[in-house]
T-cell receptor, first 111, second 114 residues
Framework: GQQVMQIPQYQHVQEGEDFTTYCNSS?????IQWYKQRPGGHPVFLIQ?????EVKKQKRLTFQFGEAKKNSSLHITATQTTDVGTYFC???????????FGTGTRLQVTL | DTEVTQTPKHLVMGMTNKKSLKCEQH?????MYWYKQKAKKPPELMFV???????INESVPSRFSPECPNSSLLNLHLHALQPEDSALYLC?????????????FGPGTRLLVL
């Protein structure tokens, strides 16, 4: 099956520092979604990327889809404590309805 | 209304008990999902209902039995569970179950099997 690894597994930053998580697939993806799960919470949709090389921004968050559509990244500029949580990529598996989550990157932000 | 609700929030059950988890959405979505999530792991898909028909069963043991009474409701019936089934059970919904659809998750039910 499709292997979707995210790195790093965990990152601890001080507030104001930048953060990046990478999602790597062994196969070419048609599209990819990103979700955030706060501690004790549930996954919440952030964005979907579809086109090769696509870049989308949401305030301090920048999402990229690789040119070969095998990887994606999420970059947070100047982290805040509200960014704490686990970020999951979720590539399209090629099967209708089926969303497979990446391994996730847990972000901890301290003052 | 973009909310998916789940009840109960927490559930403790013995291995001989029978219980049910409930999920409801009023977004007019026609696809609903059950996921299982263990601590510090990603959600794992269990079942998908599309237009009230079971479309995906990810080889889930028969002690988990899903039911979709109508397009707004999704149940998960539990019977003779094992301690390793303790996890967060998440319900989600999406527009129609097509590829690449955004999924909206409920808050989950935290299940402890003793």
């Amino acid at each position: 099956g499709q292997q979707v690894m995210q790195i790093p597994q965990y990152q601890h930053v001080q507030e104001g520092e930048d953060f990046t998580t990478y999602c790597n697939s062994s196969t070419t993806l048609s599209n990819i979604q990103w979700y955030k799960q706060r501690p004790g919470g549930h996954p919440v949709f952030l964005i979907q990327l579809v086109k090769s090389g696509e870049v989308k921004k949401q305030k301090r968050l920048t999402f990229q889809f690789g040119e070969a559509k095998k990887n994606s990244s999420l970059h947070i500029t100047a982290t805040q404590t509200t960014d704490v949580g686990t970020y999951f990529c979720a590539p399209d598996t090629g099967t209708a309805s089926k969303l497979t989550f990446g391994t996730g990157t847990r972000l901890q932000v301290t003052l | 209304d973009t909310e998916v609700t789940q009840t109960p929030k927490h559930l403790v059950m013995g291995m001989t008990n029978k219980k049910s988890l409930k999920c409801e959405q009023h977004m007019g979505h026609r696809a609903m999902y059950w996921y299982k999530q263990k601590a510090k792991k990603p959600p794992e898909l269990m079942f998908v209902y599309s237009y009230e028909k079971l479309s995906i069963n990810e080889s889930v043991p028969s002690r988990f039995s899903p039911e979709c009474p109508n397009s707004s409701l999704l149940n998960l019936h539990l019977h003779a569970l094992q301690p390793e089934d303790s996890a967060l059970y998440l319900c989600a919904s999406s527009h129609g179950g097509g590829r690449g659809e955004t999924q909206y998750f409920g808050p989950g039910t935290r299940l402890l099997v003793l």
